[in-house]
T-cell receptor, first 116, second 113 residues
Framework: AQTVTQSQPEMSVQEAETVTLSCTYD???????LFWYKQPPSRQMILVIR??????QNATENRFSVNFQKAAKSFSLKISDSQLGDTAMYFC?????????????FGKGTSLLVTP | GAGVSQSPSNKVTEKGKDVELRCDPISGHTALYWYRQSLGQGLEFLIY????????KSGLPSDRFSAERTGGSVSTLTIQRTQQEDSAVYLC???????????FGPGTRLTVL
């Protein structure tokens, strides 16, 4: 079974600073997908970034980037130039096979607070 | 275009009552997923639909839970004889194909008194 571990329940960062959220996972598969989702107080889950395991290049989306270390099974999220609107729960997720489809296996989440 | 919608937004029910939660996926999305988010268990996968069929029901926590999808579109999650431990936010997601990005709805917060 795949497990996803987020070791930081809560983090805080000042506006305009950089913060890194950690995530490790356990799997025996070679090809898979990893995601970071953001959940603000509105409850809406929003995809932040996606990484395919077969790609060596780290994914980047504007201020968001990942450090994907396949051998170490590590998938951290870096948020640059943090903004107040980045305040949210952040979930790391592994896409696992379920019978003939795929489902997301989530970590417990990291609550990020961006302060002025 | 419209995103995933869920109704109701909030539902309060008494223990022992049945509830139905509805999900409208993004038009054209063939895959639909139900997840449950609770304080104790975090985010859990419940069930997956490809078209109208559910090849994997292993995530449903008990036989009081059932789900269906009709016309390859709307899905309903039904919880019979609700218990207090069923209180949670129920999230629905859809994706164009099985391995594509999943788009989430705003969720239904269920409170069982």
């Amino acid at each position: 079974a795949q497990t996803v571990t987020q070791s930081q329940p809560e983090m805080s960062v000042q506006e305009a600073e950089t913060v890194t959220l950690s995530c490790t996972y356990d799997t025996s598969e070679n090809n898979y997908y990893l995601f970071w989702y953001k959940q603000p107080p509105s409850r809406q889950m929003i995809l932040v970034i996606r990484q395919e395991a077969y790609k060596q290049q780290n994914a980047t989306e504007n201020r968001f980037s990942v450090n994907f270390q396949k051998a170490a099974k590590s998938f951290s999220l870096k948020i640059s130039d943090s903004q107040l609107g980045d305040t949210a729960m952040y979930f790391c997720a592994f896409m696992k096979m379920v019978n003939s489809g795929y489902a997301l296996n989530f970590g417990k989440g990291t609550s990020l607070l961006v302060t002025p | 275009g419209a995103g995933v919608s869920q109704s109701p937004s909030n539902k309060v029910t008494e223990k022992g009552k049945d509830v139905e939660l509805r999900c409208d996926p993004i038009s054209g999305h063939t895959a639909l997923y139900w997840y449950r988010q609770s304080l104790g268990q975090g985010l859990e996968f419940l069930i997956y639909f490809q078209g109208n069929s559910a090849p994997d029901k292993s995530g449903l926590p008990s036989d009081r839970f059932s789900a269906e999808r009709t016309g390859g579109s709307v899905s309903t999650l039904t919880i019979q004889r609700t218990q207090q431990e069923d209180s949670a936010v129920y999230l629905c997601a859809s994706s164009l194909r099985r391995h594509d990005e999943q788009f989430f709805g705003p969720g239904t917060r269920l409170t069982v008194l």
